[in-house]
């Protein structure tokens, strides 16, 4: 099993381009989340998806929007990117909740 | 929201030696409080967590305390070694999906 995986695992873009990063699990869970991981603020949620179907706002969702696509993959979208969002990502996803999260390898962006 | 505050941010101890990290919640309403390893350039992973209806918990060389009255959480580590060496996250949440983390503790195990 591949648990979760996230493409791509690095990425520059300029600032005002756009991307999407990508997440698919294979552990038949059923909630999904996209973090961004900063240097001494831990990990903070940006969007959730607690089923197929549905995503809801986390605590910093400004600037990106998600789409759950099916149970398996959950992509992260930002439309015009900016310097603040350089961060690393890392989608994970959960059987039951945010108990026991699964987190993927992580995706290093940098906007110039 | 949720607000976690963790201590101290780095700990270097000898190998051998225990470590304890402490953090804090603000809202009383929380009721989940996991603790994530992430090793350098690797992905968080939980190595335990403890529910509000539970004051203790062990696996092997870690456990995880909590005082509800106070509001704080606490992981203890044993007999310290070099591969606990890492960035140590808590977590808390009040709700079935919303994890609020704290800010990381670097531990460093000297030998």
């Known amino acids: 099993n591949a648990g979760v995986t996230q493409t791509p695992k690095f990425q520059v873009l300029k600032t005002g381009q756009s991307m999407t990063l990508q997440c698919a699990q294979d552990m038949n869970h059923n909630s999904m989340y996209w973090y961004r991981q900063d240097p001494g603020m831990g990990l903070r949620l940006i969007y959730y998806?607690?089923?197929?179907?549905?995503?809801d706002k986390g605590e910093v969702p400004n600037g990106y929007n998600v789409s759950r696509l099916n149970k398996r993959e959950f992509s992260l979208r930002l439309e015009s990117a900016a310097p603040s969002q350089t961060s690393v990502y890392f989608c994970a996803s959960g059987l039951s909740g945010a108990n026991v999260l699964t987190f993927g390898a992580g995706s290093r962006l940098t906007v110039l | 929201g949720e607000n976690v505050e963790q201590h101290p941010s780095t700990l270097s101890v000898q190998e051998g030696d225990s470590a304890v990290i402490k953090c804090t919640y603000s809202?009383?309403?929380?009721?989940?409080f996991p603790w994530y390893k992430q090793e350098l350039g690797k992905r968080p992973q939980l190595i335990i967590d403890?529910?509000?209806?539970?004051g203790e918990k062990k696996d092997q060389r870690i456990a995880v305390t909590l005082n509800k009255t106070a509001k704080h959480f606490s992981l203890h580590i044993t007999e310290t070694q070099p591969e606990d060496s890492a960035v140590y996250f808590c977590?808390?949440?009040?709700?079935?999906?919303?994890?609020?983390f704290g800010a990381g503790t670097t531990v460093t195990v000297r030998a």
């Open positions: 998806s607690a089923s197929e179907g549905t995503t």
């Open positions: 977590a808390a949440s009040t709700s079935d999906y919303k994890l609020s």
């Open positions: 403890i529910r509000s209806n539970v």
């Open positions: 809202d009383s309403a929380s009721n989940y």
